[in-house]
């Protein structure tokens, strides 16, 4: 099952103010696509499109964890077609600073999806292309997350002590935690690193 990603707490922010949200983002999604039918410069189209594209998986979180839909809604469409605009945005743009974020998004996607290979491949390209980036402590556990699942305790291991290597983070003293079970599932009962 997914996890949620970003923590959202409908229940603390009245019903009108979580309505007005959603009709910004709707709006701010409708301004982006009226610029970006009139734009020419690629460069600043590939803005434009990156930042519809993630108020599109603002909106799309926001109605899939909201609780006011049908547990039985299907969000799979809307994130399929999230994932298909981050990996052209990667395509046109494979080298950009600023691609951290959008492999971030499309790890989550994938995961919203139940998708844990792609995930594992979106996250892996994070850490590996963008190692000081922001996003790399939690892609690092989520990383020992997946591996820890399929059994590659190892992988899970190695995840989890770089996330331990860099020092105090929300995922820090689960990471301690996991580490451990990775050295109980290993029977390395002695070990202390």
Known sequence: APSVW?????????QSTAA??????????????????????????????????DLQMLQ?????????????????????AIIANYQALLAQQPQAETNDA???????A???QANSEQQL??????????????YSVESHYRLGDIYYSRADYPNAQRHYQMVIDAGSSPYQLN???????????????????
């Open 6 to 14: 970003i923590p959202t707490f409908p229940s603390l922010f009245p």
């Open 20 to 53: 007005k949200t959603a009709i910004n983002t709707a709006q701010l999604i409708k301004r982006y696509e009226a610029i970006l039918a009139v734009e020419d410069d690629a460069e600043t189209r590939a803005r434009v499109q990156r930042r519809i594209t």
């Open 60 to 80: 799309t979180e926001r109605q899939h964890f909201s609780g006011e839909q049908e547990q039985s809604t299907d969000f799979s469409d809307n994130y399929q």
């Open 102 to 108: 959008i492999w971030y998004q499309l790890a989550k």
């Open 110 to 112: 994938y995961d919203y």
């Open 121 to 134: 491949q979106a996250l892996l390209a994070l850490t590996g292309q963008h190692a000081q980036s922001v």
């Open 175 to 193: 990471a301690f935690y996991m580490r451990g079970w990775c050295f109980f599932k290993r029977s390395l009962y002695e070990q202390d690193r």
